[in-house]
């Protein structure tokens, strides 16, 4: 039995810029945080039977993979050539469709799972890359390559995209205390509200390649303030980072109408009243998380008011290992 897991992360500046329409025309940025909320992989292999078990929401059972309904199980079996006689389970910290990066985090994890079972060793890049190749060509999805990445390396992360789509990976330079005090800062409440992100990502992607420049400008922005970000974490000035957020929020809204709604504008109101610095809606919008930054004397008041708004936290540390192999016995 095998056992893996992939990190979500929290995406701190410069996303939208990692999917290719952007990236390769203008190369792409991504500042992000792995979180100590996983996906889970468990595989078994089946001693006399040669069926495919594969668990997830629901539960399949095959002779082929090429019959599995799941469009990431299926392609991840077919492009690793795995045959039958074997179980696999998902499990999850945090529900999908929730702007955290599970799919990302789980076809990472799957891999590692399927990798370990046939004795093969992948670098964390390569793992990366094989996830992103799997989830945006065989599976055909509008993904970037931020939340393989992040699900492979973990860590405080940064990324920069080249426009030939390589990309070049280090940890932001950050003392402990610095690193400390933002995660005491970072405060993440669920809205309760799962969407799927395709149809924003398409739009995005269609726009891009179409040159709309109101599309085309905020992700200009949206990848400045990144690299902002990075610079001021560096510097330890995390006040400066709380309204850099705020900013950032500001320029992604404008990438979409369905980025936030009404209800979602409200809670980022509150918050802002309640004495958060600045904060966004993770993912690519409309429901999921929200990030916000809080200096400490404010924290309390922020936690109350969305609990009056009836929103919960989630408590969570900083993963630094990325993506693990568990268990293999």
């Known amino acids: 039995m095998i056992t893996t897991r992939a990190p979500l992360r929290i995406p701190l500046g410069g996303g939208g810029t990692d999917l290719p329409s952007y990236y390769q025309q203008f190369g792409g940025f991504i500042l992000s945080a792995g979180i100590d909320k996983y996906v889970y992989l468990q595989l078994n292999t089946l001693k ?16 082929d993979a090429r019959d599995i309904e799941h469009p990431l199980l299926r392609e991840c079996l077919l492009h ?32 590692a799972a399927l990798h370990e079972h046939d004795r093969e060793h ?5 793992l990366a890359e094989e996830a992103y190749y799997i989830e ?5 999805q509008p993904v970037g390559k931020h939340d393989h990445y992040l699900a492979a390396f973990g860590g405080i992360t940064c990324l920069d995209i080249d426009t030939d789509g390589v990309v070049s990976v280090s940890e932001l330079a950050v003392s402990n205390h610095t690193m400390e ?23 995005q992607e269609s726009d891009t390649e179409k040159g709309d420049a109101e599309v085309i400008d905020s992700l200009h922005e949206v990848k400045r ?16 980072f709380g309204e850099l957020l ?40 409309g429901g999921g998380f929200l990030l916000f930054y809080c200096a400490a ?29 568990l268990m293999n016995a």
Do not use: C
């Open 122 to 126: 992948m670098g964390r890049q390569e």
């Open 181 to 203: 005090e933002l995660r005491s800062s970072l405060l993440v409440f669920f809205t309760g509200i799962e969407r799927e992100s395709f149809d924003i990502l398409s739009q």
């Open 80 to 111: 690793t050539g795995t045959r039958g006689g074997l179980e696999l389970s998902a499990m999850a910290d945090v529900p999908g469709r929730t702007g955290m990066g599970s799919s990302g985090a789980f076809v990472v994890s799957l891999l």
């Open 297 to 325: 004397h404010a924290r309390q008041h922020l936690r109350e008011s969305m609990a009056q708004e009836g929103l919960r936290e989630m408590n969570f540390e900083f993963d630094l290992q990325g993506a693990k192999v």
């Open 48 to 63: 006399v039977e040669d069926f495919i078990r594969v668990k997830y929401s629901r539960t399949e059972l095959v002779k």
């Open 246 to 285: 705020h900013e950032h929020w500001i320029a992604k809204k404008k990438r979409s109408g369905r980025m936030s709604n009404p209800q979602i504008d409200a809670w980022y109101e509150a918050a802002m009243a309640a004495g958060a610095s600045g904060g966004k809606l993770m993912g690519a919008g």
């Open 225 to 240: 303030l990144g690299l902002l970000i990075k610079n001021v974490l560096e510097q330890g000035d995390l006040e400066r």
């Open 136 to 140: 945006s060509v065989k599976a055909d």
